[in-house]
């Protein structure tokens, strides 16, 4: 089957949405697909070392207009990557964009649209769009993906989509290290690996490693995301690391004892704006699980669709108060069975989300439909 991708961001990038597009299209071609990314040359790199690609696929960057305005760009692509995608003549197309979807189905192309946030953050023609020409509906979209069932309920009920329309699918993780859990040590080495904006939770962990000073406290993202000032005289127990590649995480999580999720009252995205506490199915969760790691994490209602509490993570009731991590962290590492058997918990939890196993339903939906 020829499947073309659609994805107008920067290609490598350290972005959590760039790692899903990229992984989800190994994925695709894994399964024997012949798979074409089209992209935007805003980044330069080799995405196929870049994210340990192993199973190749088509990538094509188109020329990026940097004498634009970025909200001319964003319109420019939808046309250009669409004109370049004809002469592939693939069977269906995925992508993110709302206003490429629109141009797709224009055309009569069979689509896949992902849904991974509310239509509230969208430009305003695109809304106007959506509202008024009610495409969602087409006979030619094939399927809406949400990530979450807020995000799907969130569309049924305010645009109006048929619910046979749309099917949940949260993220996933390929990470695929042998699974492992070594005895506690009296000093927990304490992770967290993801974003660095303000809503992410640097500003906790900091305070954690000041009045936890038994613990050890590894942080790893992107330094030029951190907004909040940074005393030159951090913590002895803080190590604060710049981001790694995604093909490294996997080895660093496997290094922890446990993990950290420690959002603020709304999760932002880049640049700080935006609230997507309510739709969220964050990468580093899945990632997590595959670790075989146990979790710590705020106490968001979107994250119960995967996890359960004291099964496969601890939520922080008052997530807000560094107190209580602390309590909870202390409690947790007393517990050497329970971190043991809530590893074990997440490694199996962890097979249902793979990329492979969301790009197995996407084709199982396709064949469904052609019958």
Sequence with gaps: MK???????????????????????????????????????????????????????????????????????????????IIESLKLKPDFYITRNF?????????????????????NTEARIVRFIVKNFNFLNSKYLIKLIAITNYVKNDYIKNYHINTNKIIVLPSGSSIKENY??????????????GSLYKSRG???????????????????GNKKQIKISISKKIEKNLYLNDYVPYKKISKILLNMDLLLMPYTSSITVAG???DITRYTSPLK?????????????????????????????????NYQNVFAWKKEI???????????????????????YSHRTRALKILDTLKQESR
């Design 202 to 220: 640097l500003e906790l962990i900091m305070k954690l490693a000041k009045i936890d000073p038994k613990n050890n406290y590894y942080v790893y």
């Design 3 to 81: 499947i073309c991708y659609l994805a107008n961001t920067a290609i490598p990038s350290t972005n959590a949405s760039a790692i899903q597009i990229v992984k989800m299209c190994e994925a695709f071609s894994e399964l024997k697909n012949q798979v074409t990314l089209i992209t935007t040359n805003a980044s330069n790199g080799n995405i196929f070392n870049f994210y340990e690609i192993k199973t190749k696929f088509n990538f094509k960057k188109l020329q990026y207009f940097t004498k634009f305005p970025l909200g001319i760009k964003f319109y420019l692509f939808s046309f250009l990557s």
């Design 180 to 193: 492992n859990y070594p005895l506690n040590k009296k000093k927990l080495n304490i992770g967290y690996l």
């Design 330 to 352: 202390t409690k947790l590492k007393n517990q050497s069975e329970k971190m043991k058997i809530i590893s074990k918990n997440n490694y199996e939890l962890s097979k249902k």
């Design 272 to 274: 700080d704006v935006g």
């Design 285 to 317: 969760l899945f990632d997590y699980l595959s670790a075989g790691r146990p979790i710590i994490c705020s106490n968001f209602e979107v994250l119960k669709e995967i996890v359960d509490d004291n099964t496969n993570v601890i939520f922080v009731k």
């Design 99 to 119: 206003f490429t979807c629109f141009l797709l189905l224009l055309l009569k192309k069979k689509t896949i649209l992902e849904l991974h946030h509310s239509l």
